[in-house]
């Protein structure tokens, strides 16, 4: 048995997904080799191969995979993956783009966001939103599995994997990259902040997010959004919790003006500790808070700012 | 140039589902059923390609039993052209709702194929990057715009990091992400001019697909409830508590 993990890299480092990745992969067991696609990313594979457990690191490193184009990583990883027990890589938008591509052209099932593993084949994925969890077995003779980062802790780096070359390139040619508008950020990614500072609605337009960021800095915070404060422009896409945005599961969340709605929560009701600050004591995110303060956002958000 | 749209019935998006108590699957009988918030997002963005005159024909497509009719009417009543059901009985595997689509491609020769990136029922997000591998085509995931520009796609994609764009050869593959549009509600005159647009039924068989399921369920459980919590009085009283019974601050 031997488990081909896709590493999720920029070409410059190894994204913290990756170790997640890992410890998945450990659970299920046998060697555990990975795959860095991409352009010019030697330092990425020369990281890899430092993770705990992993054999072997595979680097296909071609100009058609420097912008992780599905339609061309999808063929690298359908080619290579023939030849495993199983293919895992983060359910990241990266993953979830190019993976049911490479299972559709090997003529096997995905299973998306796993959260638990239960033995080689067996395994524990949420659905409907979080408000159902299924334990689900594949007969599949290729598992392709999606694994949720946030409910796994990364493995160490005291590995020393041999780091291997390949030579396969595929271009679909039938994509190409136009252009990025990435967000620049001095605070912790979401998906690895220990702390998460969330506002909605509640704060009413992008120049009071000011206040949560803030606030965010004293705490060394990554900061969220719900959808509402997304769709009306407060805040960029990539800040959205939820069923359909970021799942994140942090030490501490704090949401501000955010009412809980079922596709919220279901991106952040697995934090360690939930603090809900909002003025209407009916709002459903007090049933899941841990700490309720029932109370204007506008005068408990500088209090905070002024006492921490 | 034609857009194919395919829909999903789903349990509405505003309840709340519970496990049955024999552990076997969610409980949805006698709850609300809707189309797939991502689909009506679809088939909103394809009824305005047409209406910019980008597009000369909507057909939307549902795999289901015949209950689907449904919703594949609400599409019409949208503001889609004509329907197609792909009648079964069985819950398939993204695999298998694929290579049932990918006949339907064939067979109607689309430009775009425009899906919604995640069914909320399911939450699988696989059967239009699926799709797009077995019809060898590009796709543009999570879009949150869409522009045609001579025979190529311009699709920009909301990702973990920001936003991206690309460029894809038509015919392609589109999945829709919340931001792309805000879908119209249907007016009265729509809803019965819809009742008058042709639905087709084909079945898998005619299309000459084996539905395989290979994903085998053995439970569904309710997720782990979170202890009630306690009310705080004060922002001095929450520092306190996250200080010292927390201790996360
Ligand atoms: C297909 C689909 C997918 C979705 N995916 C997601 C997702 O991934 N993530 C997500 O978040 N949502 C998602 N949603 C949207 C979700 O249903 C809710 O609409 C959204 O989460 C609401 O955001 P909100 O809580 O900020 O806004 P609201 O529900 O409007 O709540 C605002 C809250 O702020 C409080 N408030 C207002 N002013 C103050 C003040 N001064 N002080 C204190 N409190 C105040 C109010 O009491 C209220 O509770 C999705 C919906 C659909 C249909
Ligand atoms: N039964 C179905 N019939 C038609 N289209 C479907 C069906 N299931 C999924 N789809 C399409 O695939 C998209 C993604 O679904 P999923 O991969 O299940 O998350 C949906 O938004 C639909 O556009």
New interface residues.
């Given amino acids: 048995m031997t488990i081909l993990v896709i590493a999720e890299h920029d070409n410059a480092s190894l994204k913290p997904e990756t170790h997640k990745v890992v410890a998945a992969a450990t659970a299920i067991g046998g060697d555990i080799e990975i795959l860095v696609a991409g352009h010019n990313c030697q330092d990425v594979a020369v990281n890899a191969a430092t993770l705990s457990g992993v054999s072997k690191v595979l680097v296909a490193d071609n100009q058609s995979y420097a912008?992780q184009?599905?339609?061309n990583i999808?063929l690298l990883v359908a080619d290579l993956g023939k030849s495993y027990s199983h293919i895992l890589t983060a359910a990241?938008?990266?993953g979830?783009?190019?993976?049911?591509?490479?299972?559709?052209?090997l003529?096997?099932?995905?299973?998306?966001?796993v959260i638990r593993v239960e033995s080689s084949d067996?395994f524990v994925r949420?659905?409907?939103?979080?408000?159902?969890?299924?334990?689900?077995?594949?007969?599949?003779t290729i598992k392709v599995l999606t694994i949720r980062t946030s409910a796994f802790d990364g493995v160490t780096q005291e590995g020393s994997a041999a780091v291997v070359a390949i030579d396969n390139a595929h271009d679909?040619?039938?994509?190409?990259?136009?252009?990025?508008?990435?967000?620049e950020s001095e605070r912790p990614e979401l998906?690895s902040a220990r702390?998460i500072v969330s506002g909605g609605r509640g704060m009413q337009n992008g120049e009071n997010f000011a206040m949560l960021e803030e606030l965010a800095d004293k705490?060394g915070a990554g900061v969220g959004a719900s959808?509402a404060a997304?769709?009306a422009g407060f805040v960029?896409?990539?800040m959205q919790v939820g069923?359909?945005g970021?799942i994140v599961a942090p030490?501490?969340y704090i949401a501000v003006g955010i009412s809980g709605a079922?596709?919220h929560l279901a991106g952040m009701?697995d934090s360690?500790?939930?603090?809900a600050i909002n003025k209407d004591p009916e709002a459903p995110i007090?049933?899941?808070?841990?700490?309720?303060?029932?109370a204007d956002l506008f005068d408990?958000i500088p209090?905070?700012n002024e006492?921490? | 140039m034609k857009i194919l749209v395919p829909i999903k019935r789903v349990v509405d998006y505003n309840v709340k589902v519970r496990v049955k108590s024999d552990n076997t699957d969610v409980d949805l009988s006698n709850l609300k059923m809707s189309i797939n918030p991502f689909c009506e997002i679809a088939v909103e963005e394809a009824v305005r390609l047409k209406e910019a005159g980008v597009a000369s024909e909507v057909v939307v497509v549902s795999v289901g039993d015949k209950a689907c009719q449904e919703q594949i009417r609400t599409a019409l009543a949208l503001g889609a052209d004509r329907g197609i059901q792909v009648d079964t009985d069985q819950k398939p595997l993204p695999l298998s709702i694929a290579k049932l689509l990918h006949k339907v491609v064939e067979q109607e020769d689309p430009s775009i194929v425009l899906l919604g990136k995640q069914t909320i029922d399911g939450d699988n997000n696989q059967t239009g990057q699926m799709l797009a591998a077995l019809a060898g085509m590009g796709q543009g995931t999570f879009a949150s715009e869409l522009k045609i520009d001579g025979d190529k796609a311009l699709v920009t994609r909301e990702v973990d990091g920001g936003l991206v764009t690309v460029a894809l050869s038509l015919p392609a593959v589109v999945t829709t992400d919340l931001r792309l549009n805000e879908p119209r509600y249907a007016s009265l005159p729509n809803i019965m001019k819809a009742k008058r647009k042709p639905i087709t039924v084909t079945t898998p068989e005619e299309l000459g697909v084996t539905i395989e399921s290979t994903v085998e369920v053995l439970k569904v459980e309710s997720p782990a409830s979170r202890s009630a919590g306690v009310m705080v009085d004060s922002v001095e009283q929450l520092i306190e508590k996250l200080k010292t019974e927390a201790k996360v601050i």
């Fill in positions: 912008d184009l599905a339609e999808g990241s938008t990266t979830k783009n190019f993976l049911p591509r490479a299972a559709a052209l003529d096997v099932n995905q299973i998306s966001d067996t949420p659905f409907y939103a979080g408000n159902a969890i299924a334990t689900v077995k594949s007969q599949d679909a040619g039938v994509s190409s990259f136009v252009s990025g508008e990435m967000t998906g702390v705490l959808r997304v769709d960029p896409n990539d069923q359909t970021k030490e501490l079922i596709q009701k360690k500790v939930i603090v007090f049933q899941v808070a841990d700490y309720g303060l029932e408990v209090a905070l006492q921490l």
